[in-house]
T-cell receptor, first 110, second 114 residues
Framework: QKEVEQDPGPLSVPEGAIVSLNCTYS??????FMWYRQYSRKGPELLMY????GNKEDGRFTAQVDKSSKYISLFIRDSQPSDSATYLC??????????FGGGTRVLVKP | DAGVIQSPRHEVTEMGQEVTLRCKPI?????LFWYRQTMMRGLELLIY????????DSGMPEDRFSAKMPNASFSTLKIQPSEPRDSAVYFC????????????FGSGTRLTVV
């Protein structure tokens, strides 16, 4: 079993819909949680960063962390075709390297 | 800030040839990471450096792979000899503060070994 599990998708939604992405993990030492967005033929770029449990909002993006359930989520409101990309979750225990999920491919249709 | 710069963007080589990938991290970042991405295995960490010193190379697939960081502004990943199964996109990333706050990735080198 992988340390971080993420549904590969693809997840197809109409423009304007809410996109809901999630990851589960097994390592209780993870304290830092991130979401990266990767466009085709580009490197991953950091989208959201949260520490420990709770919610964080940035514009149309909301990240949630539930450490008790070992579950993190990313919500994209009012989705746009430009949001079409692969979204990777990543996690880190203090002082250690990032562990990435496999990524979920998202397609927002006009 | 030009970000993390990788070269070449694309590399096509024949099996058995030596391949060298290059990376220039962001100035001031003291951590540098080499990743490999494939459809089957996703992002895999190969090796990372702190202050130019290799810290963890447990992800390097085999002795054919080697990485160096001669100074704070330059790193190489070498594959010798290359094999078709090495075909992948190789990313370099850099960070500071042990990566707390995330890594900044380059645009990657797409390697095809025929």
């Amino acid at each position: 079993q992988k340390e971080v599990e993420q549904d590969p998708g693809p997840l197809s939604v109409p423009e304007g819909a809410i996109v809901s992405l999630n990851c589960t993990y097994s390592n209780s030492a993870f304290q830092y949680f991130m979401w990266y967005r990767q466009y085709s033929r580009k490197g991953p770029e950091l989208l959201m960063y949260t520490y420990s449990s709770g919610n964080k909002e940035d514009g149309r993006f909301t990240a949630q962390v539930d450490k008790s359930s070992k579950y993190i989520s990313l919500f994209i409101r009012d989705s746009q075709p430009s949001d079409s990309a692969t979204y990777l979750c990543a996690m880190q225990a203090a002082g250690n390297k990032l562990t990435f999920g496999g990524g979920t491919r998202v397609l927002v249709k006009p | 800030d030009a970000g993390v710069i990788q070269s070449p963007r694309h590399e096509v080589t024949e099996m058995g040839q030596e391949v060298t990938l290059r990376c220039k991290p962001i100035s001031g970042h003291d951590y540098l990471f080499w990743y490999r991405q494939t459809m089957m295995r996703g992002l895999e960490l190969l090796i990372y450096f702190n202050n130019n010193v290799p810290i963890d190379d447990s992800g390097m697939p085999e002795d054919r792979f080697s990485a160096k960081m001669p100074n704070a502004s330059f790193s190489t990943l070498k594959i010798q000899p290359s094999e078709p199964r090495d075909s992948a996109v190789y990313f370099c990333a850099s960070s500071r503060d042990r990566g707390l706050g995330g890594y900044t990735f380059g645009s990657g080198t797409r390697l095809t070994v025929v």
